[in-house]
């Protein structure tokens, strides 16, 4: 398979466009410099602005789960609780992380379904600690109520802990307005980076509560991060490559403007459910009136008719990779980003290739339907 110019239409990592991979070819230099700093300070500010918040933010070298288990092992003392809402596999995750700290409260919903909000606010009520939730459900491309979360959670004065590493840059994530005590980000989604680096927005009140917590993971210690931050360092050798990669990532979303990108991610993954729907292949996730359908990754049942590796391999063949479901859902569903640096090329391209291979298996009779769906869409 030739990798130098396959198009990875996965949910992450995505494709790193050129500008983003010649910036992690500068020197390496001194992490306790003046220039470190000016690196360091810009991404926290840039960050901040896509986080919309004014919040601390930390920047992590580890890829997004070093973000999870930072919040959760930082803000849970053994004997206290998080509440984890679980609809996918990322869900899946907080909930062992909480285990592993604390005690996790699991609300869980069968993968694709809505969370159950009435459980969460009952297990609130009950005096449990914080509440971690991810946003943007990568495994089933569904969006889940952050806003409304964060609210239970203020509501109960627990802390709010969400995942936003696939829709933080991609999605609209009001981090301040939705009292998101820690949201996570990672690098390899919507910020088009590659993997390895996690950045955390931290607020007043979790740093507060971090005073009380006293078994915390060391590397991952954000009173040290914070310590480090304010001097315009990290506490340990931080990936210095990452942190070009990084700031060349956030000036690229900077110039776009976040309404932009927003708008494009959305369109991205408006264009894909066009197009299924043109082509007569059901979406995945069941979403009610407080959650949705992903911008930024699209879900769809396998179509009656050809297998996903059969799928998979003739798209490949073409040089164009597509992801499928994860844990019990492989080989019933498959999944196509809509993230980071994408262009309507490439959506219009996956789509085309994927109503061919379709074609081909006789499982979409009406050729050019989904194309055309998708194309008029982009167009719009
Ligand atoms: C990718 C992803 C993660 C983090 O995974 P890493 O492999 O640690 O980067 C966490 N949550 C969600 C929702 C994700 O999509």
Same mark, same amino acid.
């Given at each position: 398979?030739?990798?130098?110019?396959?198009?990875?239409?996965?949910?992450?990592?995505? @494709?790193v466009v050129?500008?983003?991979?010649?910036?992690?070819a +500068?020197?390496?230099?001194?992490?306790?410099? &003046?220039?470190?700093?000016?690196?360091?300070?810009?991404?926290? =500010?840039? #960050?901040?602005?896509? #986080?919309?918040?004014?919040?601390?933010i930390?920047?992590?070298?580890?890829?997004?789960?070093?973000?999870?288990e930072?919040?959760?092992?930082?803000?849970?003392?053994?004997?206290?609780?998080?509440? /984890?809402?679980?609809?996918? +596999?990322?869900g899946?995750?907080?909930?062992?992380?909480g285990?592993?700290?604390?005690?996790a409260?699991?609300?869980? !919903?069968?993968?694709?379904? @809505?969370? $159950?909000?009435?459980?969460v606010?009952?297990?609130?009520?009950?005096?449990?600690? =914080?509440?971690?939730?991810?946003?943007?459900? /990568? !495994?089933?491309?569904?969006?889940?109520?952050a806003?409304?979360?964060?609210?239970?959670?203020?509501?109960?004065? =627990?802390?709010?802990?969400?995942?936003?590493?696939?829709?933080i840059?991609?999605?609209?994530?009001?981090?301040?307005?939705?009292?998101?005590?820690?949201?996570?980000?990672? !690098?390899?989604?919507?910020?088009?980076?590659?993997p390895? #680096?996690?950045?955390? !927005?931290?607020?007043?009140?979790? #740093?507060?509560?971090?005073?009380?917590?006293h078994?915390?993971?060391?590397?991952?210690?954000?009173?040290?991060h914070?310590?480090?931050?304010? +001097?315009?360092?990290?506490?340990?050798?931080?990936?210095?490559?990452?942190f070009? =990669?990084?700031?060349? %990532?956030?000036?690229?979303?900077?110039? &776009?403007?976040?309404?932009?990108?927003?708008?494009?991610?959305?369109?991205?993954?408006?264009?894909?459910?066009?197009?299924?729907?043109?082509?007569?292949?059901?979406?995945?996730?069941?979403?009610?009136?407080?959650?949705?359908?992903? $911008?930024?990754?699209?879900?769809?049942?396998?179509?009656?008719?050809?297998?996903f $590796?059969?799928?998979?391999?003739?798209?490949? %063949?073409?040089?164009?990779?597509?992801?499928?479901?994860?844990?019990?859902?492989?080989?019933?569903?498959?999944?196509?980003?809509?993230?980071?640096?994408?262009? @309507?090329?490439?959506?219009?391209?996956?789509?085309?290739?994927?109503?061919?291979?379709?074609?081909?298996?006789?499982?979409?009779? $009406?050729?050019?339907?989904?194309?055309?769906?998708?194309?008029?869409?982009?167009a719009?």
């Open positions: 398979m030739n990798i130098e110019d396959t198009l990875i239409m996965i949910p992450g990592p995505v @494709p050129p500008r983003i991979l010649r910036a992690m +500068k020197p390496v230099i001194n992490h306790r410099g &003046e220039e470190f700093a000016d690196l360091f300070g810009e991404c926290r =500010a840039l #960050f901040a602005d896509m #986080f919309q918040t004014k919040n601390d930390l920047l992590l070298s580890g890829s997004g789960t070093s973000g999870m930072a919040a959760v092992g930082n803000l849970i003392n053994r004997d206290e609780t998080v509440v /984890t809402p679980v609809n996918g +596999k990322f899946e995750r907080f909930r062992d992380i285990r592993l700290y604390g005690n409260v699991p609300i869980e !919903s069968e993968w694709g379904y @809505p969370i $159950d909000l009435d459980r606010a009952a297990a609130l009520e009950e005096g449990a600690d =914080a509440v971690a939730m991810v946003h943007n459900e /990568t !495994s089933v491309g569904m969006l889940n109520p806003k409304e979360v964060g609210k239970l959670a203020r509501k109960h004065d =627990a802390l709010f802990i969400m995942d936003g590493i696939t829709s840059g991609g999605s609209e994530v009001l981090v301040d307005e939705w009292g998101v005590d820690i949201a996570i980000l990672g !690098s390899q989604k919507c910020i088009g980076a590659p390895g #680096f996690a950045a955390v !927005s931290v607020s007043k009140r979790a #740093f507060e509560k971090m005073e009380d917590v078994t915390f993971p060391y590397y991952l210690d954000l009173k040290a914070k310590k480090s931050a304010d +001097k315009g360092q990290t506490p340990y050798t931080p990936s210095i490559p990452l070009y =990669a990084v700031q060349e %990532a956030l000036r690229i979303a900077h110039e &776009e403007g976040l309404p932009a990108r927003m708008q494009r991610h959305a369109a991205g993954a408006a264009a894909v459910r066009a197009a299924a729907g043109a082509m007569g292949i059901e979406m995945f996730p069941e979403p009610d009136e407080l959650s949705g359908y992903s $911008d930024t990754v699209t879900a769809m049942k396998v179509p009656p008719g050809i297998a $590796d059969q799928m998979k391999k003739e798209m490949l %063949a073409h040089k164009i990779l597509i992801a499928g479901g994860q844990a019990h859902l492989k080989g019933n569903i498959f999944r196509i980003g809509s993230m980071g640096n994408f262009g @309507p090329k490439d959506i219009l391209i996956t789509i085309q290739m994927l109503e061919s291979v379709l074609h081909r298996h006789g499982v979409v009779s $009406d050729f050019g339907a989904g194309i055309e769906a998708a194309g008029s869409v982009l719009a």
